[in-house]
């Protein structure tokens, strides 16, 4: 099927094609009703190496800036803090705390030292924000903790700080979007497919009837040819075919004439 013929189609059974656009668009629209908006607010902290590394020894001295003592270390701890937080244990504790939304911990996306970014998900703003909170807070806790059940020195844990802020919550239509563009696109190829069923047995109902109506016709015509008799046929009917002998028909010559027919005419002798 080309483009005229469908578009052909679609002119021939309007009425089919709008009824189903109007299911499409119902669709689209109860489906972008159904899914609520979300909010994501996100959040990003350093480890920053202990007080002891800072400050140094007699034998090795400290740089006295913590922003100067990122090493590989740092980063080896960041990731471990990273799984830490994604794991099913941490997440009951989080939600015991009050975080019911969808959260995140990860590396900084680029990063060249050991940045966490945090991120929390959900259809409530101000719950969001206040997740987001606890979240960060638990996160610093839990370095503090791991180091301590490690038995780490208060002065050789290492630290940390926020980088950025938890920001205010920003909507998040992603999810929303690929739903709602979804359905749309379903709808149409919907609105498509129902109208060329629709013609298409339509078609061939069509044709199954023109079959019956003929049928009945063609046996009539057959009936009445063997119920006439063969000389009722009016003036003007054509005459049977004749293909034996002229005696057969009963030709009142009889075989003389046949016989004249297939010798030609025969002078006469005295």
């Known amino acids: 099927m080309n483009f005229h013929e469908a578009v052909a189609v679609l002119r021939r059974r309007w009425y089919v094609a709008l009824v189903l656009l109007v299911v499409a668009i119902a669709a689209t629209a109860g489906m972008d009703k159904a899914i609520p908006g979300k909010y994501q607010v996100t959040s ?18 400290g740089t006295k800036n913590p922003f100067l003592s990122y090493d590989t270390s740092l980063n080896a701890t960041a990731d471990f803090l990273v799984r830490r937080l994604d794991s099913p244990d941490d997440g009951l504790k989080l939600e015991g705390d009050g975080v019911t939304e969808a959260y995140s911990a ?9 940045f966490i970014t945090l991120t929390v998900t959900g259809t409530d703003p101000q719950h969001v924000t206040a ?20 038995g780490v020195a208060p002065s050789a844990m290492i630290g940390s700080i926020v980088v950025v802020e938890p920001g205010p ?7 929303k979007t690929q739903a709602v563009l979804g359905t749309a696109i379903g709808g149409m190829v919907l609105v498509f497919l129902g109208t060329f069923l629709v013609d298409s047995l339509a078609d061939s109902r069509r044709r199954r009837r023109r079959g019956r ?36 028909y009963g030709d009142p010559d009889g075989p003389d004439a046949w016989g004249r027919v297939l010798t030609g005419p025969q002078e006469s002798r005295e």
């Open 106 to 114: 990860a590396l900084a996306a680029a990063a060249v030292g050991p």
């Open 213 to 248: 109506t003929a049928r009945p016709k063609r046996a009539s015509v057959s009936a009445a040819m063997e119920q006439e008799p063969d000389g009722a046929a009016g003036p003007g009917a054509a005459a049977p075919v004749r293909t034996g002998p002229p005696d057969d």
């Open 44 to 61: 990003t902290f350093s480890l920053l190496a202990s007080h002891q590394a800072i400050e140094g020894t007699s034998s090795v001295p």
């Open 169 to 175: 919550p920003t909507p998040s239509h992603k999810t």
């Open 131 to 150: 997740s987001m909170k606890t979240l960060l807070a638990f996160s610093q806790q839990e370095l503090v903790d791991v180091q301590t059940q490690s």
